[in-house]
């Protein structure tokens, strides 16, 4: 679930990406239902048409597990969260949201509706399924739609479960937040329940496994796995949060940061600057004047027949919003800034034109780890 994973498209300004992972989910999915479930629900029919149900239905899944994102997405869009993106991935899908919910009210109306849309979806798939069946259609068609809602209900039912990270336990965070008054004391909370129902699930993966269902048990465990490191994860996040809010950036950066002349080579950057310190911004200096950066993206541009004829001067970006922050910005902000699609993850810290540090994800993770340490439960 990185950026990197490509957009396959975009839905009312949200990019859509689908994890490597997920075909292999589309994958198990089309097989099973081919070769084991619509064979025994709809026998006689040929083979060539169980293939195409279940190729069918999981493309009706992905469009459902898409659908039920886009509603999280929708309602946080409405209360000014900021959205990565939708990825799907073996466990699901999910809503990238960068920051937390600004208030209880909203965390409940954002974790309710992606339940609200599955069961929204399951009762139209349910009501398409008695009109086809009067009207005489065909029962692959019949099979399929039945299938699809039945699959929209469970989703719906499994995400109500009050363990957190699922919408369930975010509505129990969100009831927490609201009469605790204390959004790190009710994500601790939610978060214990979501890893012990984690665990839960996976104990009973184990017994299933034992008792001869090697597939469901092994999939109960894997996602009981899941369930429990995100549940861990996203307490994680709310205690970094929590840390650098408030606190500036200039206590984070790095105070002597490596520059560059604008005049050498880009050759001469690659070796003697790149290759060595393994960066992918650099502030461009000259005279003790801040001229701007040059990054890695801008230099793959560049053809390698050219770097011993091109200098950095050439190529450097100018100081701007996107790759500059204030010594006083709060980190908090920054860290969020920096982890959108796209954004440069080092930035130049800069006061009245003069540079000032450079801080990057990297110059925060020492800090967070050690953070986590003395926070995280064990």
């Not at 490597?20 to 999915?29: E, G, H, T, V």
């Not at 965070?173 to 008054?181: E, I, N, S, V």
């Not at 009245?352 to 995280?376: N, Q, T």
Request: proline residues 6%.
């Amino acid at each position: 679930m990185t950026q990197s994973n490509p957009a396959l498209f975009r839905l009312f300004g949200f990019e859509v990406r689908l994890d490597p992972s997920w075909l292999l989910l589309a994958l198990l999915i089309t097989w099973t239902l081919a070769a084991g479930l619509f064979p025994a629900s709809y026998p006689d029919l040929p083979h060539e048409t169980y293939w195409w149900m279940g190729i069918a239905s999981a493309v009706g899944i992905f469009l459902s597990i898409v659908f039920h994102e886009l509603s999280h997405s929708l309602v946080a869009r409405r209360f000014g969260l900021p959205i990565k993106g939708i990825t799907l991935f073996i466990f699901g899908g999910v809503a990238e949201m960068t920051e937390e919910p600004p208030s209880p009210k909203s965390e409940f109306l954002m974790a309710i509706a992606g339940p609200l849309a599955s069961f929204l979806l399951a009762f139209i798939f349910s009501m398409a399924y008695g009109l086809a069946e009067t009207s005489d259609w065909h029962v692959s068609i019949l099979g399929v739609m039945d299938y699809l809602g039945t699959v929209n209900l469970m989703l719906a039912i499994f995400n109500l479960v009050p363990a957190f990270p699922l919408d369930g336990g975010r509505m129990l965070r969100a009831g927490l937040w609201h009469w605790k008054k204390n959004l790190t004391g009710a994500t601790r909370i939610a978060s214990q329940i979501g890893s012990g129902f984690g665990i839960v699930l996976m104990v009973l993966g184990g017994l299933a496994f034992f008792q001869g269902n090697f597939i469901g048990g092994m999939w109960w465990f894997l996602i009981g796995l899941f369930l429990r490191g995100a549940a861990t994860a996203s307490y994680g996040q709310v205690i970094v949060r929590e840390v650098l809010h408030g606190q500036p950036i200039r206590r984070f950066m790095n105070p002597a940061p490596v520059v560059v002349p604008p005049s050498i080579t880009l050759q001469q950057l690659v070796d003697d600057y790149i290759y060595k310190h393994h960066f992918k911004l650099f502030p461009v200096v000259e005279d003790s004047k801040l001229l701007g950066c040059i990054t890695t993206q801008e230099l793959k541009k560049v053809p390698r027949e050219e770097w011993n004829r091109r200098t950095v001067g050439e190529l450097t970006t100018p100081c701007s919003p996107d790759n500059t922050v204030s010594p006083d910005t709060d980190t908090a902000q920054v860290l969020s800034t920096m982890m959108r699609p796209d954004s440069l993850t080092r930035r130049m810290v800069v006061e009245h034109g003069h540079l000032k540090g450079i801080v990057s994800i990297k110059d925060l993770r020492e800090f967070i780890a050690l953070k986590l340490e003395l926070e995280l439960p064990r």
